[in-house]
Structure formats: C-alpha cells, structure tokens
C-alpha cells in the first residue's frame, strides 16, 4: 500500500489509480486528466467489466476521488465513447457538486463503415471543473476560416477554440504510435494542458496508458502523477516514449511499483525506476 510519504510528483506508478488517488490530501490537484477503460470496446483493460452496473459503480470509486482532490480552481476531463458517455455523466458525474462545462467532441474524421449506423468518427470528452477554474482561452486559439479577412472584430491570435476538436486518430505508421490499443494524440492532452492548467500546476493522470498525457506535461513544465496497471505498457511504452521524446532519466533502487522522475521538470528530468526494470 502507498502512502503520502512516498507519493512524489513526476512519477509514474504501476498501481491501480484508486490506489494512488487516495493518498493525494484533498483539494492539491490543479487539474486532472482521465481516460478510462470506456467498457468492452478495445484492449484487454476493458473487458475486465461484466456488466454496466458494475463499470459505473467502479467509476464512480475513482472520480469520488478526484472530486475529492480537485482544488477549488481545478479542472477535471474525462474521456469515453458514444455507448458510455451519457451514462458516466448523468450515473457519475454529476454526483459530484462540480460545474459541467462542456461535452467536447473529438473528430478524428475515419472510422468504418457499417450497414446499421452511420459511421463512427467522434469520441467524446467531458469537461467539469470546481467554481473558480478559467481557461486560459489565449493558450489555445486557432485558426480562423478562410474569408472574413477584412472583419477588423477578429483576434490576430485566432479564433477561440471550440468543443468539436479535429485531430486524425494514431495510426500504426504514425511517427507518435507506440502500439498501445486505445493511444490518444498527445496534441489534444496538450491543449487541454495549456487550456486548464499553468507551469508548475500538478496534473494527475489515473490512466496513464502509453503517456499522452505525461508527454506534454513534461515539455510545458507542469508536474504530473500518473498510474498505470499495466507493467509492460510502464516498461516497453512510457519509458522508451519518454526517452525518444529526449526527456532524460536515471534508474535508482526504489520501492517496488513506482517509476519517477524526480526533477521537476520535463526535459532535463531523471526517472527512478524500480527494482524489476530495466533501462530502456
Ligand atoms: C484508455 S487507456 C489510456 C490511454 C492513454 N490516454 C494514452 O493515450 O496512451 C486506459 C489505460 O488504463 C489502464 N488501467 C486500467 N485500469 C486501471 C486502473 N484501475 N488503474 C490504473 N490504470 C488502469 C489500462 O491498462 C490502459 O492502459
């Protein structure tokens, strides 16, 4: 079992988040980025779960959590499909005495084709966060479309970002595929990032899966912790991805389960890896 003495910021623990969400003192957390297994879709992690029932009531253990560590400022994403989304808000997260703020649609334009329904293109992502969180609208902006280029109204920066995002899914010859199942790109982690949270802020990542999420973390300087239960994704994904991604770590003897990089930041950060593995 974790305690708080041993929980350190940067660091990755081959744990299951409940574990490590308990540990964290209420309301220390500036933002918090999940994406769960989304129920019998993809990958081995979701179908542990027999039935709905049994999924909402696991998911709401670990938000019960979250809310819990969520500062009176902090922002909380959670990711999902179609099938699950509507359930996890309404049986779950609104629960919890947080702000509903957006249903983010992630467009990602490809998918197959079927004969009974329209083709799947969109995930989805739900933003929550406490009462005193702003986004830091600047951060994010994008692109205006073409025309209007007389309007004298428009932001030189772009235009604000919006809830649908567009961004193509990972592909297997994509230079960013690590071979994870259900890997997001790091783009959409990263504008969450510089959207909800600012350098130096501590990013909690319940699902660490490949590390989307704790790429961008390192390189926009914020500190993160991240679980993952999946040693092999720890060892032969997040470690090597982070080494290609020149975010530099040593190995110590450590307790058994955690990996971290004890520097406070990204680039010029030092992992300590535990006893079972072996330098990437
Ligand atoms: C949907 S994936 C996350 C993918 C990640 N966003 C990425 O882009 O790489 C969910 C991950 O959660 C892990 N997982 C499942 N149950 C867990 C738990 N209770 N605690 C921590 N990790 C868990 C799975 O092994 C899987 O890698």
Redesign the pocket.
């Given at each position: 079992m974790l305690n708080v003495e041993q929980l350190k910021k940067n660091c990755i623990y081959r744990?299951?988040?409940?574990e490590v969400l308990r540990v964290l003192p209420e309301r220390s957390v500036d933002l918090i980025i999940a994406?769960?297994?989304?129920y019998r879709i993809k990958?081995?992690?979701d179908f542990?779960f027999q039935t709905v029932s049994e999924y909402l009531a696991?998911c709401t253990e670990?938000v019960r959590e979250c809310y819990r560590i969520l500062k009176p400022t902090g922002a909380f994403y959670c990711?999902g499909s179609s099938q699950m989304i509507d359930k996890l808000s309404v049986e779950v997260l609104d629960k919890f005495d947080w702000i509903k703020r957006n249903l983010i649609v992630w467009n990602y334009r490809t998918g197959r084709p079927a004969k009974a329904a329209y083709r799947n293109e969109t995930e989805f992502l739900w933003f929550y966060s406490n009462p005193l969180h702003e986004i830091n609208i600047d951060a994010i902006r994008v692109p205006y479309d073409e025309g209007g280029e007389k309007d004298k109204r428009k932001n030189p920066k772009g235009k604000s970002c919006g809830n649908v995002w567009e961004c193509s899914r990972i592909m297997p010859n994509y230079r960013e595929s690590?071979g994870?199942?259900?890997?997001?790109p790091e783009k959409l982690?990263e504008r969450m990032i510089l959207a909800s949270s600012k350098a130096g802020d501590l990013i909690v990542i319940?699902?660490?899966?490949?590390?989307?999420?704790i790429v961008p973390c390192a390189k926009h300087d914020r500190y993160f912790i991240a679980?993952?239960?999946?040693e092999t994704?720890v060892k032969h994904i997040i470690l090597p991805r982070l080494k290609k991604e020149r975010i530099s770590f040593t190995q110590h003897d450590c307790r058994k389960q955690q990996y971290s990089i004890s520097r406070p930041f990204g680039r010029r950060s030092e992992v300590t890896d535990h006893e079972a593995v072996q330098s990437p």
């Open positions: 744990a299951d988040c409940i994406d769960p297994p989304y990958g081995d992690f542990v696991w670990w990711w690590t994870h199942p259900t890997q997001k982690a319940p699902f660490a899966g490949s590390g989307s999420e679980a993952e239960t999946n994704y």
